[in-house]
């Protein structure tokens, strides 16, 4: 039971590239959601989704893309990656009960 | 505009006495409330949570506590430990998820 889990660990990109970064989990959890947390600050919801074939914005979902074809992975896009992204992200499930251990993405 | 405060960035407390975090919010409407503890480099680990139709939870060494018509809620930890060195999250909610969480206070332990 790996619980979530996040890759890559570490990304860099430049201004302009897109990429995945990729959650699953094995709990069988209907609810995933994914934040990104920058310096100083408090974590902040990007999207969520509360089944496969559902998802809904966050806070901060500009610039991201999800999609939930399975109830195990929850990826998020950045389709033009931005300075402004540079920012740790962590996917989440159980009405956030579990966190996975974070993606840091610095984009230059 | 901020929904979530935890006004003290940072504590530093002996190891045994009680450690209180603290943390205000401003919409009446959340009703679940929750604690994170945060390692560097890993991701935030739940703690305790509180619905609003309670003022205290315990669980072990940690209580919160809410006080509703003060929009304000707290952690203790009694007693503190050197390994309860973290930055605590408060986080709060008005459907059980998508939450809005504070900036974090930094606690240190020390021996």
């Known amino acids: 039971n790996a619980g979530v889990t996040q890759t890559p660990k570490f990304q860099v990109l430049k201004t302009g590239q897109s990429m995945t970064l990729q959650c699953a989990q094995d709990m069988n959890h209907e609810y995933m959601s994914w934040y990104r947390q920058d310096p100083g600050m408090g974590l902040r919801l990007i999207h969520y989704?509360?089944?496969?074939?559902?998802?809904d914005q966050g806070e901060v979902p500009n610039g991201y893309n999800v999609s939930r074809s399975t109830t195990e992975d929850f990826p998020l896009r950045l389709l033009s990656a931005a300075p402004s992204q540079t920012s740790v992200y962590f996917c989440a499930t159980l009405g956030e009960q579990y966190f996975g251990p974070g993606t840091r993405l610095t984009v230059t | 505009d901020q929904q979530v405060k935890q006004n003290s960035p940072s504590l530093s407390v002996q190891e045994g006495r009680i450690s209180i975090l603290n943390c205000d919010y401003t919409n009446s409407m959340f009703d679940y409330f929750l604690w994170y503890k945060k390692y560097p480099a890993e991701g935030p680990t739940f703690l305790i949570s509180i619905s609003s139709i309670k003022d205290k939870n315990e669980d072990g060494r940690f209580t919160v506590f809410l006080n509703k018509s003060a929009k304000h809620l707290s952690l203790h930890i009694v007693p503190s430990q050197p390994g309860d060195s973290a930055v605590y999250f408060c986080?709060?909610?008005?459907?059980?998820?998508?939450?809005?969480f504070g900036k974090g206070t930094s606690l240190l332990v020390t021996p």
């Open positions: 986080a709060v909610s008005n459907s059980g998820y998508a939450l809005n």
């Open positions: 989704s509360v089944g496969a074939g559902i998802t």
